[in-house]
């Protein structure tokens, strides 16, 4: 049995639970925030013998018998709103977390991607450390609340020659990568109040989405200066042309070596191919989409990861 750490509302976790079925595996997939109030627990040690069980009432379905997790965005656990006192409230939720995140350390499954590296891997300045450790071309970048720094870093390049960005974005927080504007310097000191990533801005021939999925890799083009946003593709998205991309091999092999070190068997890679051809690392997203590729290249990206965690559980259940 595959276990499927994700919501019902995942368009990615229905494509690759519908390919595992395909394959003629078996997935469970389960919402994280109906745990405590709707989704029961069981762990139980007894006699030098255990038992992890997690589900609906009847809990039926038995952990020991998981071979492979896809950790896929699973929500935070929602306490009862019957619990009124905030420090109740705090206390509930974080009794939760903890025994949730000790069952996944102690299950024996293959995971993608091992929760804890999937968060750390989601540190943008870690993600720049170990891309530049492996030899990945990057932009220079600074990451301060020193107004001074930024003031400095922006006078060297030119304030139409540096983007700047956040750590991270929700749907009701969404922050695009923007390119300073002169009208926006005078804004500066407020990085004071919070610390920004500031970038050189790097020219695009095409943006590359590099999709990878264990020993595969899944490079595509995304013609971001034909939309109406050159800086940051997802703003135009739906409008943007997208098709099946070559990386040079020493990219690929700088690419994989990078997977290794953060320890991730999934990971979906933004780059930028500049007019003269060199191919620039911006970041990672452990958990990022993939869909919007596949539907438009024909990359079989679900169907590769659902090969992957049925060949792992598979493999498990062999053992």
């Known amino acids: 049995m595959i276990l499927i750490l994700s919501t019902p509302r995942d368009e990615h976790a229905q494509a690759v639970y519908g390919e595992i079925l395909k394959l003629g595996g078996s ?8 745990f405590p109030q709707r989704l029961g627990l069981i762990m139980r040690y007894e ?22 997790a896809w950790w896929r965005r699973p929500q935070q656990p929602e306490v009862s709103v019957s619990i009124m006192r905030v420090s109740h409230r705090q206390f509930a939720a974080n009794e939760s977390s903890e025994a949730l995140h000790g069952l996944w350390r102690a299950l024996d499954v293959f995971w993608v991607n091992d929760p804890l590296r999937d968060q750390a891997a989601q540190r943008k300045p870690y993600q720049l450390r170990v891309a530049q450790d492996v030899g990945l071309e990057m932009p220079d970048t600074l990451i301060t609340n020193c107004i001074g720094q930024v003031r400095e870093f922006v006078a060297a390049r030119g304030f139409d020659r540096v983007i700047y960005k956040a750590f991270s974005a929700t749907e009701e927080e969404w922050r695009e990568t923007r390119l300073l504007k002169e009208n926006e310097l005078e804004m500066i000191e ?35 200066q034909e939309t109406s946003y050159k800086v940051d593709f997802r703003i135009d998205m739906t409008c943007a042309r997208v098709e099946v991309a070559q990386l040079p091999a020493e990219t690929e092999r700088q690419l994989h070596a990078f997977m290794g070190r953060l320890g991730l068997v999934f990971g ?48 498990a259940a062999e053992r």
């Open 27 to 34: 997935a469970r997939l389960l919402d994280l925030s109906d």
């Open 47 to 68: 006699q030098g013998r255990h038992r992890y069980a997690l589900g609906c009432g009847d809990m039926d379905f038995d952990m020991d018998g998981c071979g492979a």
């Open 190 to 224: 407020n990085v004071k109040y919070a610390p920004v990533i500031f970038q050189e801005y790097v020219e695009a021939e095409v943006d590359l989405r590099v999709t990878i999925v264990g020993d595969k890799i899944f490079p595509a083009a995304i013609y971001s």
């Open 268 to 315: 979906a890679i933004d780059m930028r191919r500049t007019p003269n051809g060199r191919h620039v690392f911006l970041e990672i997203n452990p958990a990022g989409q993939w869909l919007f590729v596949e539907q438009r290249t024909g990359q079989p990206i679900s169907a590769a990861l659902a090969q992957l965690l049925c060949e792992k559980d598979q493999k």
